[in-house]
């Protein structure tokens, strides 16, 4: 979508050189070694990149705290004890408690799960959920997702008999845990690779280290084929926006295949509700925008573990009225999100002009605090701007969601802000944060007073990353398919922007209500249709133009094109 203040082109300029090393060393097309090029990749890199292979996988036990959790797991297998795992409402922290809970009890663990409700328990590990979820049987417990920070929590489970195994990667605020094992790559600065894993990732680190553990010293494992649960590494990883880089790559790029083939039968169900029940591939946008939001959706207006019992299902039976109540669930989710949208927009208009400030942060008692993580995501794309929705708790503190922007690290944003917070934690690009009653206004200035000295000289304006300039010729049916390797797109692998010079709108209609479409041909006469969303005819810059665009293929009828979906648009200035 073409935003009304335009954005700065930043255009990679790799040499030729390098770009033809490149294309030698995976015999590729020029735009896709350009594409390469432009994100830094060495020759000795590309293989790995477009072929991710598992067996690049390191070694878990090389992630500190594995073998030592992966051996008390098998302890208490052998005693017969009871495993409590803890997880987290959202999509990535209910696939990281069914991967684990999953691998323990094919191996013999009387193990159970437990999530969260976002209203009734709160956020994350607390005594208070502990409290509710365990049962006198309960010997071990362990976190997905959660508790790298809840030492209040750890240390009344310890208090209760419990051990406890932490699994997470949100950032550690520096104490150590009372856990008797923590593992997060954060915590080792050693693991920089890891540094990126999802809650989920994390869980499958230690599957695999319980798995080789267990094999090693005879205890079993052998019968698990831990690669069956990458479709859930997958789901969690893309819904959670961590980097698709390194082992997060390897790991969503397999998880893909299996998760299209919806084997599972709860991702079958869930998928014919997001009317891709027919889909022969599933990418990570469908993620992003159809599963993740109905699984969300459960802990967002109801009981997670409803989107657990449904990824669990053993059958369609089951799993269809589970996926059709998610369904359900998310429709009323969009229905009080547009409802508090509209408010958020209100109270922004009704402040001083938006571009006089570098972060926004509007607030309403009755917005249901399931939507506003949702809420600030639509802001900040929209204004480019780092955004904080709160809502007002029973306890009288402001709860909220913020969401970030390029090149601003929330977690340390609202570090300086820490004079207003009960408490805050999360990744970069979200986080979770209690504001106290009677410093919602300071917060809100310091919060922009913050963003602003972080982004410096550079200001707020959007960039687009361009890749470098392909003309209208490279782009063949063979390039297209090729591109494909360079899959899944998402944060730290975002899909290509190419750059094209001199092009002339030969025909333009309206394509809906505000997005138009059409034929460009370019300065060679080559022609390619195009898509523009968020701009209609009238909105046009004059020709000639140079566009930002990406090559895609358009499929009606059966019947597939190559197309060019332009997301910016410049007036060429003469020579």
Known sequence: MIATEQPTWQTAHPSEADIQTLQQAGTISRPLALVLASRGAAPAEVEEF?????????DPYKLPGTAAAAERLWTAIRRGEHILIHGDYDTDGVTAAVLLCSCLRQNGAAAECFLPHRIDDGYGLTPESIDKARQEHHTLLVTVDCGVNSHDAIRFAREQGMDVIVTDHHEPDGETSPANVVINPKLHPGQAHLNGLAGVGVAFKLCHAFLKYGRENGLGGSDTDLRAGLD???????????????????????????????QRPGIRA?????????AERIRAADITFKLAPRLNAAGRLGDPMDALRLLEARGMNDALPLAQLLDEKNRERQLLEEE???EAEAQLSAQADITSSAAITVWAPQWPQGVIGIVASRLA?????????????????????????????????????REHL???????????????????????????????????????????DICGEVQFSEITVQLLEEMALLEPFGHGNPEPLFLAQGITPERVYPAGKNHCRGTLSDSAGTRLDFICFGTPPAALPPPPWDVAYTPQFNTYNNLRSIQVQIHSIRTRRPA
């Open 50 to 58: 477009l072929h991710p292979s598992l067996r690049r996988l390191s």
């Open 381 to 417: 794309r929209r204004y480019h701007r780092p955004s904080v929705v709160l809502t007002l708790e029973p306890n009288g503190h402001w709860r909220g969601s913020a969401r970030s922007i390029r090149n601003i690290n929330l977690v340390a944003v609202l570090e300086t802000c």
């Open 422 to 464: 009960v408490r805050f934690g999360g990744h970069p690009m979200a986080a979770g944060l209690s504001v106290h009653t009677d410093r919602i206004e300071a917060f809100a200035r310091d919060f922009a007073a913050a963003v602003a000295a972080a982004l410096g000289e550079n200001g707020i304006r959007p960039v687009l």
């Open 232 to 262: 859930l590494v997958a789901l969690g990883t893309v819904a959670d926006i961590v980097p698709l880089l390194g082992e997060n790559r390897c790991m969503v790029s397999h998880g893909m295949g299996i998760l299209s083939a919806q």
């Open 270 to 278: 869930l998928c014919e509700v997001a009317g891709l029940g027919g």
């Open 340 to 342: 508090s949208l509209r």
